[in-house]
């Protein structure tokens, strides 16, 4: 089975400032999506940015991009200019590219804090 | 464009009751997945919808069971309820693509979520 772990539980920033959130994954697949949602105190969870692991270019998304290193299986986010709005619940996730269905796989997810 | 809607927004309950919760895709999608959510936590995979059919299910009890109907929509029921189905449970669509049994690399959209409380 898949696992995904984000291991900082909290992360703080200064508004236009950067910060980036790890994330590693265990798998024995070769293919698959990895995504980044977003779920701010509304609760509704906000699709980020994805990765296809067939990709080697790393995706990217206006201030928002990542550092997929497949062999390390680490999927890092890093956001650029972070804004109050940034502030949120992040998690990472993963689905499996073959497995029937598509359900998503999530992390523990990573508190961001935006100081202005 | 309507998005995910979940209803009800709040519900609570006491142990050993039963629940509904329902939700209506986004327009144009036809898979329905459900997750709960325990404070603090990830959301964890309960089972999704597709074609009135149960295509996936997660480590969840037989307390936990759902229903999609022909226009899509979906509700989730838990059984005798415990106190530890206490969470918020997202509902999120998505479009079947050509794969196996509609498998598809669509992305998934979520509603805002039903806050269940358990006393």
């Known amino acids: 089975a898949q696992t995904v772990t984000q291991s900082q539980p909290e992360m703080s920033v200064q508004e236009a400032e950067t910060v980036t959130l790890s994330c590693t994954y265990d798998?024995?697949?070769?293919?698959?999506?990895l995504f980044w949602y977003k779920q701010p105190p509304s609760r509704q969870m906000i699709l980020v940015i994805r990765q296809e692991a067939y990709k080697q270019q790393n995706a990217t998304e206006n201030r928002f991009s990542v550092n997929f290193q497949k062999a390390a299986k680490s999927f890092s986010l890093k956001i650029s200019d972070s804004q109050l709005g940034d502030a949120a619940m992040y998690f990472c996730a993963y689905r499996s590219f073959m497995e029937y269905g598509n359900k998503l796989v999530f992390g523990a997810g990573t508190i961001l804090r935006v100081k202005s | 464009d309507a998005g995910v809607t979940q209803s009800p927004t709040h519900l609570i309950k006491t142990r050993g009751q039963q629940v509904t919760l329902r939700c209506s895709p986004k327009s144009g999608h036809d898979t329905v997945s459900w997750y709960q959510q325990a404070l603090g936590q990830g959301p964890q995979f309960i089972f999704q919808?597709?074609?009135?059919?149960?295509?996936q299910r997660g480590n969840f009890p037989d307390r936990f069971s759902g229903h999609q109907f022909p226009n899509y929509s979906s509700e989730l029921n838990v059984n005798a309820l415990l106190l530890g189905d206490s969470a918020l449970y997202l509902c999120?669509?998505?479009?079947?693509?050509?794969?196996?049994?509609?498998?598809?690399?669509?992305?998934?959209?979520f509603g805002d979520g039903t806050r269940l409380s358990i006393l």
């Open positions: 798998t024995s697949e070769s293919d698959y999506y």
């Open positions: 999120a669509s998505s479009l079947s693509g050509p794969g196996q049994g509609g498998t598809s690399n669509q992305p998934q959209h």
């Open positions: 919808y597709y074609e009135e059919e149960e295509r």
